[in-house]
């Protein structure tokens, strides 16, 4: 199993960390721009290989990645404070098209797993770019959103994020929402769990706090310390696994739907299993009449921007 992962900033090091910690490919190569950036971080981290399971890691320009697997592509531009991940469309979208060309011409049928913003519309333009069919072409989506849900519910409840079964679903990104008719925890709906519990909170109100410390988290980490990089790397290294040992997982990642609501040839992210060969399906939703109006909305402003770029013409 060879991975390559495009882009050796803080996201794709995080990826390849995370990646070697679980002992998940027997190669991992790491591409960049500057390719002695690449090479420093391969070296650093095969460092590491006697107290993991060891992995050839090395790192420089595209034609170390010939004959991957599956090509993880971080590389572009990161919000600046305020701005918006829909902002990084202009720079991230041609960039993307230059790396998808790259990319293909050493590797032939790469499981593509699109991580750089903003990643519903980059995951359009690199399956749009590279011809692969759509199951073989996948973003990483909301699942950093969905797993920062469950984290922010575990603390409200006292609870073990890993019981928590909530999704985090639409664009990664503000017009995301929440499937809170679907959450439960070990079963038992939400909206159940909550009028039983003993915490006395004020139901509505934490739900709706919750989904703004969620939907909010990647710009107050930004405000802090300049940019995210841990929970994705780990995020990612969840859907490598799914694909690695075929583990057909339901993950929020983001795939294009051919039709939804009448909107076209639209990414993003729902529950979906992940295997081998990418996505093999995706779970039917059962959403309230707000959630469903929600969701619509998402796609929508997904579907606007990828109609302000152009393909093919540059
Ligand atoms: N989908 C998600 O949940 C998340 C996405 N991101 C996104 O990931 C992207 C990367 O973020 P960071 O790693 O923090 O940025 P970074 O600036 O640390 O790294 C980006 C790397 O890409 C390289 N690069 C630029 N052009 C390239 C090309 N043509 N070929 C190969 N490499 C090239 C740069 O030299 C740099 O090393 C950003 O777009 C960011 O918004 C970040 C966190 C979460
Ligand atoms: C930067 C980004 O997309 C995130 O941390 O959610």
């Not at 590491?48 to 992995?55: L, Q, S």
């Not at 903003?118 to 749009?128: F, G, H, Q, R, S």
């Amino acid at each position: 199993m060879k991975i390559s992962i495009i882009g050796a900033g803080n996201v794709g090091t995080s990826i390849a960390f995370a990646a070697m910690i679980k002992g998940l490919a027997d190669e991992i190569v790491l591409v960049d721009v500057n390719e002695e950036l690449a090479k420093g971080h391969a070296i650093d981290l095969s460092h590491g290989n006697p107290y993991v399971k060891p992995v050839k890691i090395y790192g420089g320009g595209y034609p170390l990645s010939e004959g991957s697997n599956i090509v993880i592509i971080t590389a572009g531009r990161t919000q600046k404070t305020g701005e918006s991940r829909l902002h990084l469309i202009g720079d991230n979208a041609k960039l993307m098209k230059h790396i998808v060309q790259e990319t293909l011409s050493f590797s032939k049928a790469p499981l593509l797993l699109i991580v750089s913003n903003p990643v519903d519309v980059l995951t359009w333009v690199a399956w749009k770019e590279s011809g692969l069919p759509k199951y073989r072409v996948i973003g990483s989506g909301t699942t950093l959103d969905t797993a920062r849900l469950r984290q922010n519910i575990s603390r409200h409840c006292h609870l073990d994020p890993r019981s928590i079964h909530a999704y985090v679903i639409g664009e990664h990104g503000d017009s995301e929402i929440v499937s809170w008719s679907t959450a439960n925890i070990g079963g038992v709906l939400l909206g159940e769990f909550c009028d039983n519990c003993v915490n006395n909170c004020q139901g509505k109100d934490v739900l709706k706090k919750i989904y703004e410390e969620t939907k909010n988290a990647a710009y107050q980490i930004i405000k802090k310390k300049g940019s995210t990089y841990f929970g994705i790397g780990l995020a990612v290294s969840k859907i490598l696994e799914a694909v690695i040992n075929d583990s057909h997982s339901v993950l929020t990642v983001s795939t294009i739907h051919e039709e939804f609501e009448g909107i076209k040839e639209v990414p993003f992210s729902v529950p979906s299993v992940i295997g081998r060969n990418g996505l093999e399906r995706v779970l039917p939703l059962n959403l309230s009449l707000e959630e469903q109006e929600g969701l619509k909305k998402s796609a929508l402003t997904i579907r606007s921007v990828i109609d302000t770029i152009s393909i093919g013409g540059g």
